[in-house]
């Protein structure tokens, strides 16, 4: 089916600013936080319920982006939901009032979960027609996006105090990004039938049965990568400042790696995923992200800690997109439905990355708590073998 835009070279452009998008006001917002904590006289609890809170909403936006892509396509859950964070990214940045302020937190974190799954259903799609790996790099743009949107944050910071400015810049980047994904997303949508009953003779017509246990599954590892993702992303300048003593001014350099490397992996994964299984490759990045979790807890050297968190960089960046990709497979004919719920497990490994080093230890003891992510990623090893796949024919799609 052609549609206005319709050419190769736009789809890949258009998908790959959504996830930059994404990227560039997740960082904006995440940013901003110890500035709206100051503003809004915060405790340090107050924000981690606001960040619990909007993992919640996120996981809700998801199921939004499920109701609106089985009716309207994913193209529309796009950009609804960049709109949606526009929105609330403007309102947070000058709310009248701490009410109004955390109205548009809850409303940011739908919109963040509709845009999670929804460019993931753009995402594996454009990757399921073009016949070749593509997640890794749509996730590179996004991270990359990020990594811009936390250094504009900071020069805006040390030029004017305020974080409106770049808060300001991601919202015309989404609204700019939300036109072009108008024009160039594909607005085709899943083509919706009657689920087959046990009893029904026309079942071989019917829409086929969700499959639970590959939903599972996949779901599974993606907690287990996002458990480690949130885990660095938490505790890793927090650990190294507390634990080694006149390092506080270093203490950022081991995220910064850990980012460099899941940039790098991510880069390099699409290159990679053609020449190997994609099972293979879950195996060993999962093996990889064990290595780097046992290297943080059981090295108590700076060093020994950054190299840990930079190997685990690598295990995060693949196993992301990998899992998406492996969600886009299970049944194409109800891709959109499976991938909002694979995209649940997000949340659930975001919240649990982040709440469970901080339950179990305090200063030094952090990097041994490393562990716990290091046994998730373990006891999803043998489900990573499920990431493989083969190429299913393209799904049945009806017009937007």
Known sequence: MHFPGDSPRLRRTSVLACYAAQGLGYAAVMTALPTFQRQWDISDQGVSIILLGTCVM??????????????????????????VQVAAICT?????????????????????????????MQGTLLEAESGRPLLGLLYAGYTAASGFGALAMSGFLSAS?????????????????????????????EA????????????????????????????????????L????????????????????????LGYALYQS?????????????????????????????????????????????????????????????????????ILPDRRDEIIARVNLFNYA?????????????????????FLIPGVGMLAVLPLAKRLGHRRPATPAAVGA
């Open 349 to 369: 490994g975001v919240v649990l990355g982040a709440v469970a080093i901080g339950a179990v230890a305090a200063g030094s003891t952090i990097g041994v708590a």
């Open 261 to 329: 490397t899941t940039l790098i992996s991510r880069l390099a994964s699409d290159a990679i995923k053609r020449r190997t299984s994609s099972a293979r490759l879950g195996v060993s990045a999962t093996a990889v992200g064990v290595l780097g979790c046992v290297l943080v807890a059981s090295v108590p050297s700076f060093g020994g800690a950054i190299a840990g968190f930079a190997i685990a960089g690598i295990a995060g960046g693949i196993l992301i997109p990998l899992t998406f990709s492996a969600a886009g497979h």
């Open 192 to 227: 919706r039938t009657p689920e087959a009953s046990p009893g029904d003779r026309n079942g071989a017509a019917a829409m086929p049965r969700l499959p639970r246990g590959s939903i599972w599954a996949v779901g599974l590892v993606l907690l287990a990568a996002y458990m």
């Open 229 to 252: 993702d949130s885990a660095v992303s938490t505790w890793s300048t927090v650990y190294l400042t507390d634990s080694f003593d006149g390092a506080a001014g270093l203490a950022p």
């Open 58 to 83: 996120a996981g809700l936006g998801s199921l939004f982006a499920d109701l609106i892509a089985v009716r309207r396509g994913s193209r529309t859950a796009v950009c609804v939901a960049l709109m």
């Open 92 to 120: 947070v940045t000058f709310a009248p009032s701490f009410t109004v302020f955390i109205t548009a937190v809850v409303i940011y974190g739908v919109g963040l979960g509709t845009m999670d799954a929804s460019e993931n």
């Open 161 to 189: 105090g305020a974080a409106s400015g770049a808060l300001m810049v991601a919202a015309m980047v989404q609204a700019a990004v939300a036109v072009l994904a108008a024009y160039g997303l594909d607005p085709t949508r």
